[in-house]
């Protein structure tokens, strides 16, 4: 399997780029939002990636984090949710935005990507509550395309490498429920008050229970 593409890229189009890898074109397809972030032809690239392989079909999709690579691996675990709509909610509202929607039932948030029906989030939202602080927990990491050991040449490898969400020991539960948080965008004082309240509340969760007792504690009131 593919994990990692690393290579420059050859041209782009509507909704995929082809990546030059040691002289092989890698047809790549990505989100709107990912497309965007993207360097410019004969720029150095490195997507995480996943196949999806069919009887007729071979197709591999592109992402800069392994959180945003995870969601569009559990989106499209869900009846309703093929690779398009899966890359359609993505684009809507990015990796953290998809976290922290099906962390609040906001079904409305995943109703908004292209081609996705009220019925269908709501399937979302139920199927994948519960995997939501835990991978959110994985944070945002550093994107694939500014990863440092990319290397300058020509010499590209392909690079295998999956995701994996990792229980936290209670011991470090509300650190890393502080960097998802400011992962999601909230401020310091504002996660540091989230965390330590539900913490407060159950001292012995661990940090997929913290993350999502905090989001609670932070969503808009009335």
Not at 90 to 113: F, N, Q, S, Y
Not at 134 to 155: H, I, W
């Amino acid at each position: 399997m593919i994990g990692k593409l690393s290579g420059r890229i050859d041209y782009r189009a509507a909704d995929h780029v082809m990546i030059d890898v040691r002289g092989v074109g890698y047809m790549v397809y990505c989100s709107d939002r990912t497309l965007a972030g993207l360097p410019g032809n004969g720029e150095v690239v490195s997507l995480y990636t996943d196949l999806l392989v069919r009887e007729d079909l071979l197709q591999l999709f592109g992402f800069t984090t392994l959180v945003e690579k995870e969601w569009h691996r559990l989106l499209m675990s869900v009846q309703g949710i093929g690779a398009k709509a899966s890359l359609a909610i993505l684009g809507a509202l990015g990796a953290d935005g998809v976290g922290r929607a099906i962390a609040l039932g906001d079904m409305t948030a995943i109703k908004a990507a292209k081609g996705v029906g009220p019925k269908t989030a709501q399937r979302v939202v139920i199927e994948l509550k519960d995997k939501a602080p835990g991978v959110m927990a994985m944070g945002g990491g550093s994107p694939a395309s500014a990863l440092g050991e990319v290397p300058a040449s020509d010499d590209f490898d392909v690079i295998e490498t999956s995701a994996r969400v990792i229980a936290a020991p209670s011991a470090s539960a509300q650190a890393e429920a502080l960097s998802a948080l400011s992962n999601l965008g909230y401020s310091p004082s504002d996660a540091a008050s989230a965390v330590a309240e539900a913490a407060g509340t159950d001292p012995e969760a661990q940090t997929p229970a913290l993350i999502r007792a905090a989001l609670k504690l932070l969503a808009p009131k009335g």
